[in-house]
């Protein structure tokens, strides 16, 4: 029975590791328009959407070039934010997660959650 703990923890201690490797990595990708945080408070410049009961609100939202767009998970699951076109994906975004995405260029950038189809919406940038 002792030699079973120190193995025992030492398995543990592995499934831990590999765990936090695999989360980190998947948290460090991005092209550098975008990023994910677990943050619900968005940040000063920009502009807010709120994801809540299966919903981007608002679903049609009009900026200037250069303007950072910042979706803001409050439901209560997952959800994404992916463009119909991929100029952005946000991967999976666990509930008080957010996503951002600056706007460079003029055009109708049209989105959806790849994970509940009937979530859509509309950037228009001028």
Do not use: E, Q
């Amino acid at each position: 029975m002792n030699k079973f703990f120190p193995r025992f923890f030492y398995s543990l201690a592995i499934i831990i590791i590999l765990s936090l490797v695999i989360v980190l990595t998947a948290c460090s990708s991005g092209n550098g328009s975008s990023s994910t945080t677990n943050s619900s408070t968005p940040a000063t410049s920009g502009t807010a959407i709120n994801i809540a009961n299966f919903a981007f609100s608002p679903a049609t939202l009009t900026i200037n070039t250069g303007t950072k767009v910042i979706w803001i998970n409050n439901d209560g699951t997952a959800h994404t934010v992916t463009s119909d076109n991929g100029t952005f994906n946000s991967g999976n975004l666990a509930p008080n997660a957010s996503f951002s995405f600056t706007f460079n260029s003029a055009g109708t950038f049209t989105y959806h959650c790849a994970i509940h189809s009937s979530m859509i919406g509309t950037i228009i940038v001028h």
